[in-house]
């Protein structure tokens, strides 16, 4: 059974920063792209940062030069730094598993249970 379970989430100030876990389960990590999502309450859920197996990442363009993903293969966990969080970071995050090695061309096909990241201005 593949299970994603994500942490690190809480409340930080505005300009503040907060490392997101998530421990992959019941998969060989390192044979899947896998990346984090956010939804906002009334919003719909975005793409936040993905990586494929080769390492290209993807970085929504509000989030570029203040969140960094990466995953220890080692330890099947991928993490998500988060720097200078603004008020508008603030969602439920969420990481899934891409079917394949590659966040260009696949969908996901697993979600974990979400992490709340709450940034007060």
């Known amino acids: 059974e593949v299970q994603l379970q994500a942490s690190g989430g809480g409340l930080v100030q505005a300009g503040g920063s907060l490392s997101l876990s998530c421990a992959a389960s019941g998969i060989t990590f390192d044979d899947y792209a896998i990346g984090w999502f956010r939804q906002a309450p009334g919003k719909e859920c975005e793409g936040v940062s993905c990586i494929s197996r080769d390492e290209s990442t993807y970085y929504l363009d509000s989030v570029k030069g203040r969140f960094t993903i990466s995953s220890d293969n080692n330890k099947n966990t991928l993490y998500l730094q988060m720097n200078v969080l603004k008020p508008e970071d603030a969602a439920v995050y969420y990481c899934?598993?891409?079917?394949?090695?590659?966040?260009?061309?696949?969908?996901?096909?697993?979600w974990g249970k979400g992490t709340q990241v709450t940034v007060s201005s």
């Open positions: 899934a598993k891409y079917h394949g090695s590659s966040w260009e061309f696949y969908g996901m096909d697993y």
